[in-house]
């Protein structure tokens, strides 16, 4: 049986530059919600941008990019898609690339240059993160919770730390208590509130949702030298019991193969 990683939990933009080992950037509301869903409907890559300005010149040199992000939570001008997870999943994206801009987890993602190699994080995919990194047993795994625009902390990316923790100590936890307590916190609150429809009700439900979809996004380049994310396929997910973790090395779509950085 192999070694329990050391798990360090960090927090912030600064928590992010200081990542050492596998690091786990969670951004649960919802970039690392949105991205997943992008995936399942058939994105092709993501490009993580710091920017909007940096998107919106990729856009005009290549008009078929889509272009999804938020800030301040608000959607951006001239961009097609906000930061909605369930936007997201309602999309038609086959073979489409998307360049995504987030004032947290794209932050996060784009400054985490210390560690070995980077993920990102949130409930939606976690059995898939959990199997993973037992499969890959680093010594380190720092788990990243960027909070509100990567310098506020807050709850829903703290319990996905946990929640991912507990996983690699061999159990999942229920979800549902934690829908519960994030529904009346004031991160998840602010989806039921009329005076901020930039925060739709159903992404509160996009983003809770524990999947067995089987693969971990994962930072690398394209064949391009282009910064992406892209998925890693994960086979045999963790059930709810944290049992029967295995993974799959294999090729990114498309054949192309991702370097790590």
Not at 86 to 112: E, H, K, P, V, Y
Not at 181 to 204: M, V, Y
Not at 224 to 231: K, T
Request: glycine fraction near 8%; aromatic fraction near 8%; charged fraction near 25%.
């Amino acid at each position: 049986m192999k070694a329990l990683p050391e798990i360090h939990v960090l927090h912030l933009l600064d928590g992010a530059v200081r990542a050492t080992g596998i690091a786990v950037i969670i951004d649960v509301f919802r970039a690392f919600s949105l991205a997943p869903y992008a995936f399942m409907q058939g994105a092709a890559a993501i490009f993580p941008v710091r920017t909007p300005e940096e998107a919106l010149a990729m856009k005009a040199a290549d008009p078929d990019l889509l272009l999804a992000g938020e800030r301040d939570g608000r959607p951006l001008p001239g961009f097609d898609f906000s930061n909605s997870p369930a936007a997201m999943r309602r999309a038609d994206l086959a073979g489409r690339r998307l360049a995504l801009r987030t004032s947290a987890g794209i932050q996060g993602l784009l400054a985490a240059d210390r560690a070995d190699e980077v993920i990102t994080g949130s409930f939606v995919n976690a059995p898939a993160i959990v199997a993973w990194l037992r499969h890959r047993a680093p010594p380190r795994v720092s788990l990243v919770c960027m909070g509100w625009n990567g310098s506020e902390r807050t709850a829903e990316d703290e319990t996905c730390a946990e929640f991912l923790a507990a996983g690699l100590r061999g159990a999942l936890p229920d979800l549902e208590p934690v829908r519960r307590q994030l529904r009346t916190d004031p991160a998840g609150a602010k989806f039921f509130d009329p005076a901020q429809p930039w925060f739709p009700s159903e992404d509160f439900d996009a983003c809770l949702q524990l999947s067995s979809w089987p693969f971990v996004l994962r930072r690398g380049r394209d064949d391009e030298g282009r910064l992406c994310l892209a998925p890693v396929p994960v086979c045999g997910t963790a059930s709810a019991s944290g049992q029967r973790y295995s993974v799959e090395a294999v090729r990114a779509p498309g054949g192309a193969t991702w370097e790590e950085r």
